[in-house]
């Protein structure tokens, strides 16, 4: 492997199977036999070992293996594709390997097995603490199975775990949320990261269709919000800090990963419908998985070069989704002109109405969202786009 030149890679492995598909998710991803699992395994494998010409500059900083479910996949398949990064990238020794789990897939032999391959992250699909609302929301597990994944995951020696919990769910109320979010603060020890997304109605899924049918009451906009903010209160009262508009974290264990993606980090994405970001450029393979399985060295779509003001507008929009914002200096360094310049009016603007803010980090000058600018982030995001690219 040649010595690094270029810069630092992250890695995205698209698992798309699951034991059923939940009623509120539009993901690429459903159930399939042992044999597909197998076969796209390898596929996978194929596809690592074919892109890695291109990535011998680069060492590899983080891997995130997502779904679907990535805890449905054998432990020693997951092994595989770790071992395969390893004999084809150059990654890094300390490198953030996370891997998705969700209750009910996981024993103390898968996870045994992943520590073997390095993996040493876990993010946890939890959602609820409640088996009720996690029935509404179609998972396959129970608050008791979850409790039992955590306690095994921690005798296995894994330190760094994420919860993934869901608010705004149809018959949930602001005090079973929070009784949701006290009853994970209380595991012990607590998790190091909890990520606490609203549920997003999704056009095609099952529970769009049950609204849509009269069948399903959805939380109003004003409920949604109080639970954002009790969100925030609650966890920062036990010492996590959000670094994102929906991540929390005890110090120094903010998720790697999703932080490069949010500063433009190089990244690729292997597996069906799996999306890059490389040397400013991006794309994302096919939808197909038998096109997949037959050749997976030729399912690359929709590239797209980025223009000079595409990137400036991600460096914007993705940046200010991280609380401690963007950097004006930083801007400035990537693209050879003042942030003023470009976006001076609408800084101005959302300054004004209260929605940006300039604070020092002791690092420097930073733009960022205020606390009325995160409840409002989308509509701040889209003043963002230019109308012409920069000459």
């Known amino acids: 492997m ?47 070992e074919g892109r ?40 890094d020794p300390c490198a953030e390997i996370t891997i998705e789990a969700n209750p009910g897939t996981v024993n103390r032999q898968k996870l045994a ?137 005890l110090a120094g264990r903010e998720c790697r990963h999703n932080c490069g993606y949010w500063s433009r980090r190089d990244y690729l994405g292997f597996g069906i419908g799996a999306a890059s970001l490389f040397q400013n450029v991006r794309f994302q393979n096919g939808r197909s998985l038998q096109a997949y399985l037959e050749h997976p060295l030729n399912c690359r779509q929709e590239e797209h070069a980025l223009s000079l003001g595409e990137q400036m507008e991600e460096f914007m929009f993705l940046g200010l989704r991280k609380t401690e914002g963007i950097s004006p200096q930083g801007f400035q360094e990537c693209f050879g002109q003042p942030l003023e310049e470009i976006y001076g009016q609408v800084i101005k603007k959302n300054l004004t109405d209260g929605l940006l803010e300039y604070r020092e980090n002791g690092e420097g000058e930073m733009l960022a969202l205020t606390d009325r600018g995160l409840d409002l982030s989308n509509y701040v995001f889209a003043q963002f786009l230019l109308d012409e690219d920069p000459a």
């Open 2 to 48: 040649k010595e690094l030149t270029k810069g630092v890679l992250e890695l995205y492995l698209h698992i798309p199977f699951c034991v059923k598909k939940c009623l509120y998710c539009d993901f690429l991803s459903g159930p399939a036999d042992r044999t597909v699992m197998a076969a796209y395994v390898e596929a996978l494998k194929a596809e690592l």
């Open 52 to 91: 890695a010409e291109g990535c011998a500059d680069f060492k590899v900083t983080s891997v995130f293996l997502g779904g679907g479910t990535p805890s449905l996949l054998e432990g020693e398949r997951i092994l595989e594709l770790l071992e395969t990064i390893k004999k084809y990238y150059c990654l």
């Open 113 to 249: 097995c992943w520590r073997r391959a390095g993996i040493n992250r876990l993010s946890i699909g939890l959602q609820s603490a409640f088996d009720e609302e996690l029935a509404v929301l179609g998972r396959i597990h129970t608050w008791q199975q979850f409790l039992q994944t955590y306690e095994d995951a921690l005798s296995e020696g894994f330190d760094n775990i994420n919860i993934d919990l869901m608010s705004a769910l149809p018959g949930q109320t602001p005090e079973s949320w929070r009784a949701s979010l006290e009853k994970v603060l209380s595991l012990k020890p607590p998790p190091c990261h909890i990520s606490a997304y609203s549920l997003i109605l999704e056009e095609g899924t099952q529970l769009y269709r049950l609204w849509e049918e009269g069948k399903l009451e959805l939380l109003d906009e004003d409920a949604d919000r109080l639970m954002y903010w009790e969100t925030g209160r609650i966890l920062e009262q036990a010492g996590y800090g959000r670094y994102e508009i929906s991540n929390y974290a």
